[in-house]
């Protein structure tokens, strides 16, 4: 019983940068690996980022290699997203993931919207 809830969505110009956060509520947030994913209309569901429960290793899609960097605040229950030079192509409903065994948890998402 994971709930998640992503904020620090919003419009920004290519170039610019924002910094996502998914905070969750209930159980033993410390032992779920943690992601993002992103999707944009018409579009399927794609993988951006993931972080395991320590965070000692992180995986990126190639599109956002280099651009964007995922970490994780177990005391806080909060993972992060920090998106760099964004582009207009980022642009979509990015949502967090909760990932533990045979369970997983999705959040609402956030709204990330760039502009040329």
């Known amino acids: 019983q994971v709930q998640l809830v992503e904020s620090g969505g919003g419009l920004v110009q290519a170039g610019g940068s924002l910094r996502l956060a998914c905070a969750a509520s209930?159980?033993?947030?410390?032992?779920?690996?943690m992601g993002w994913f992103r999707q944009a209309p018409g579009k399927e569901r794609e993988f951006v980022a993931v972080?395991?429960?320590?965070?000692?290793?992180?995986y990126y899609a190639d599109s956002v290699k280099g651009r964007f960097t995922i970490s994780r605040d177990n005391a806080k229950n909060t993972v992060y997203l920090q998106m760099n030079s964004l582009k207009p192509e980022d642009t979509a409903l990015y949502i967090c993931?909760?990932?533990?065994?045979?369970?997983?948890?999705w959040g609402q998402g956030t709204q990330v919207t760039v502009s040329s």
């Open positions: 209930g159980r033993t947030f410390s032992s779920y690996v």
């Open positions: 993931n909760a990932r533990n065994g045979a369970y997983e948890y």
């Open positions: 972080s395991t429960w320590s965070g000692g290793s992180r």
